[in-house]
């Protein structure tokens, strides 16, 4: 999807339809909010025919034909939908104060987004890359190799390092780690850094069930050999339900993981 500051310039005359309220059942949550041009559209409010009935109201107001500055659409059969809430709308016509105050906004999610650390960018690496690239996450791959770095997604950060494991301490808590480097005496050293960490949401590392007992045998002798640990670790990543080893599938099964992963912990820090 295009970034916002460029939908903005590109469409200044637009409607900002967002959710202000929400009864039962409904697609998003409110202060959902999407922008709607004669011609474009970023963002959605959760999609089907109350969508299209929003986008319909949207542009008649910006034709100076009709439309309202709100509405409350109840999501059942009458309009084809079957949630069973209610949602209602707001619209407004773009000035540079709400231009300012959404950028303001859409920063200030950016700089809550989950932080997700990628140590390696092999063939693994740049497909889970890929995968996240769309999620409303911060990914950052660590490499070693500069060569490694090159063709990911442009929302990927990067960092170059030589020593990828003293990079761990500064994740902030609630974050993952995946392992994926090319050396397995590098993916244990940045394990035991993850592993003695009990603040982030999600580790895990590629390999096989022969490689976490290598690990586990090799945490006990370098003093990181609590049960805890090991238990905290996902190992192999991307689970057994799918067996198939092309990095395309291990990374759509691994990204269900982290997701699954942040969820959890963000419901263990709300309680």
Same mark, same amino acid.
């Given at each position: 999807m295009t970034d916002l500051p460029t939908f903005l310039a590109a469409h200044p005359n637009s409607i900002l339809v967002d959710?202000?309220?929400?009864?039962?059942?409904?697609?998003?949550?409110?202060?959902?909010? &999407?922008?709607?041009?004669?011609?474009?559209?970023?963002?959605?409010?959760?999609?089907?025919?109350?969508?299209? &009935?929003?986008?319909?109201? +949207?542009?008649? !107001?910006?034709?100076?034909?009709?439309?309202?500055?709100? !509405?409350?659409?109840?999501l059942g059969p009458e309009i084809g939908q079957c949630c069973g809430g209610r949602t209602q709308l707001r619209f407004r016509r773009l000035t540079q104060p709400l231009k300012d105050e959404l950028e303001a906004k859409l920063a200030g999610e950016i700089e809550r987004l989950p932080e997700v650390y990628l140590f390696g960018a092999g063939h693994v690496g740049r497909a889970l890359a890929a995968a996240l690239a769309p999620l409303p996450l911060s990914v950052t791959i660590v490499e070693t190799r500069q060569d490694e770095l090159a063709n990911l997604p442009a929302e990927t950060k990067t960092r170059l390092v030589p020593m990828p494991e003293a990079l761990v301490k500064d994740i902030p808590a609630g974050g993952a780690v995946v392992i994926l480097t090319h050396d397995h005496a590098l993916d244990f050293l940045?394990?035991?850094?993850?592993?003695?960490?009990?603040?982030?949401?999600?580790?895990? !590392?590629?390999?096989?069930?022969?490689?976490?007992?290598?690990?586990?045998?090799?945490?006990?002798?370098?003093?990181?050999?609590?049960?805890a640990w090991i238990e905290r670790l996902t190992l192999p990543i991307?689970?057994?339900?799918?067996?198939?080893?092309?990095?395309?599938?291990?990374? +759509?099964?691994?990204?269900?993981?982290?997701?699954?992963?942040?969820?959890?912990?963000? &419901?263990?820090?709300?309680?």
């Open positions: 959710i202000t309220g929400t009864q039962g059942s409904t697609p998003r949550e409110a202060g959902t909010f &999407m922008l709607v041009s004669s011609t474009a559209l970023w963002g959605t409010i959760g999609g089907g025919q109350f969508e299209f &009935m929003a986008i319909a109201n +949207a542009r008649e !107001m910006l034709a100076g034909t009709g439309g309202t500055a709100a !509405m409350d659409i109840p940045i394990a035991r850094e993850a592993l003695d960490r009990s603040d982030l949401a999600y580790t895990g !590392m590629i390999g096989s069930a022969t490689k976490r007992a290598t690990l586990a045998s090799w945490l006990s002798r370098e003093g990181g050999g609590e049960r991307g689970g057994a339900a799918v067996r198939d080893k092309r990095p395309e599938v291990i990374a +759509a099964m691994t990204a269900a993981e982290i997701l699954t992963a942040l969820g959890a912990y963000r &419901m263990r820090s709300s309680s």
